[in-house]
Structures are given as structure tokens and as C-alpha cells.
């Protein structure tokens, strides 16, 4: 299907007024799980339409998923949905691994046994949504405990920077997740590491293990690319 002629899913909103951070995130969920392909184009009339909002809100949701990376705004064509590439994925992982290690090494120093239970919990659900091979399930609580990890290093303005560099690395991991089973079990397999060692307050392990399961994701998400584009 040509980008230009993907529609947006129809969405129903009971709200009369909705603002402009209700509607960027079904926006950026349609984005995240490929239901808007990138090189999609988005209007502001047809989002008005689907979604029943004036204009305002719409012209502000799509401001703030253009800041995030998300959708970029061409001269005299529009808005249309970023495209995946590899240049940008090899700039986002240096960004993950470098980021997401440190904030694994912070959680083994800082996070509290309520917390490290709560990535424990978030973990176990990995395993059983993986049993189901429930691929958005394991996307989600996968995502959740990535940011229950970010929340463990009490550092801010890590978690800050953790919570852009995050949000545009999504698409390329749900890509990951949902083309293969085998990286699912890696991620598994590689957070499975990282509890042990979070638990054991190990803080250089926990670095090796955030690094390790990012590093493995990023080689198979490039190749997909790579498959894409030859395809």
C-alpha cells in the first residue's frame, strides 16, 4: 500500500475536548507498532476526522511527536511519518548503550529492594507474555521494565535524557520483537543476567548485562534494515 494512502485507525473518544498530550500518544503508538508505516503521510484533517478534535490540539500532538523524532515536517508536503534507518539506528544504540549501561550500574548502587522487586515482577511477565508468544505483551512489559529500571538510577537528568533517546528507539525494538522470536529469548535471556545482578548489587555486571542485551538488538535490528532495503 502506497504511504500517501495509509489511513489513520479510527479511534473513538468519548471526551468532547481532548488535548494535545491524549491524542500525540495514540498517534505515537500507531507509529511505534508499524500500524503508520514511516514515509506515511498525516494530515491534520484526517486525524480531526478520525478522532473527532479540532484542529489545535492535532497541530500540537504532532509538534511534540516532531520534537520526539518521531514524524518530521517536509517544506509545501506536509508531515509524514520519520523513516527507519540505519544511520539513525547506529546513532540512537551508541546513545542506549552508553545511557542504559549507566543506568543499570546506578540501580545496582541505589535502587531499593522495592524497586529491584518491582524490575523483578516486570521481568517474570517477559517470561510468561514470551510462554504465550505474545509479541505486544512482551513489548510492553519489556518497555516497562526498562523504564522501572531508568526510575531505580534516582538520577534525573539521566532519566531525562533516558526518556527521548527511549522513546525514538522503540520503533526499532518492537521491529526486533515482533520479526523474531530468537531476539525475544535473547532479551529474555539478557535481563534474566541483569536482575542477578541488580539483586547481588553488582554494579559492573549490571552495566555488562544492560550492554550486552542492547548490543545484541541493535546487530539484529540492522540486518532487518538491511534485508528491507534490498527487498
Do not use: W
Not at 29 to 37: K, M, T
Not at 129 to 135: C, G
Amino acid at each position: 500500500m502506497p504511504a500517501d494512502a495509509f489511513q489513520l485507525p479510527t479511534v473513538q473518544v468519548e471526551v468532547p475536548q481532548i488535548y494535545a498530550r491524549s491524542v500525540a500518544p495514540i498517534i505515537e503508538e500507531a507509529i511505534i507498532y508499524g500500524e503508520l508505516p514511516d514515509g506515511a503521510r498525516l494530515t491534520e484533517e484526517e486525524i480531526c476526522q478520525k478522532m473527532g478534535v479540532s484542529r489545535s490540539p492535532v497541530r500540537e500532538a504532532l509538534r511534540l511527536l516532531e520534537r520526539d523524532g518521531l514524524v518530521e515536517r517536509e517544506p509545501r508536503r506536509g508531515v509524514r511519518v520519520s523513516a527507519l534507518t540505519v544511520a539513525e539506528l547506529d546513532q540512537l544504540y551508541v546513545c542506549r548503550i552508553s545511557l542504559e549501561s549507566m543506568a543499570a550500574r546506578l540501580a545496582a548502587q541505589t535502587a531499593t529492594n522495592k524497586e529491584i522487586k518491582a524490575i523483578s515482577a516486570a521481568h517474570q511477565a517477559c517470561i510468561k507474555a514470551l510462554d504465550r508468544d505474545d509479541v505486544r505483551e512482551h513489548f510492553r512489559v519489556n518497555v516497562e521494565m526498562s523504564q522501572k529500571l531508568f526510575a531505580a538510577s534516582h538520577n534525573r537528568p539521566l532519566i531525562r535524557l533516558l526518556g527521548t533517546i527511549h522513546k525514538q528507539a522503540l520503533r526499532y525494538r518492537f521491529l526486533a520483537y515482533n520479526r523474531s522470536r530468537t531476539a525475544r529469548e535473547n532479551s529474555v535471556r539478557a535481563n534474566e543476567n541483569l536482575v542477578k545482578a541488580l539483586l547481588d548489587r553488582d554494579e559492573e555486571k549490571a552495566a555488562q548485562m544492560a550492554r550486552a542485551s542492547i548490543e545484541g538488538t541493535h546487530e539484529f535490528i540492522k540486518q532487518c534494515l538491511l534485508e528491507r532495503n534490498l527487498a
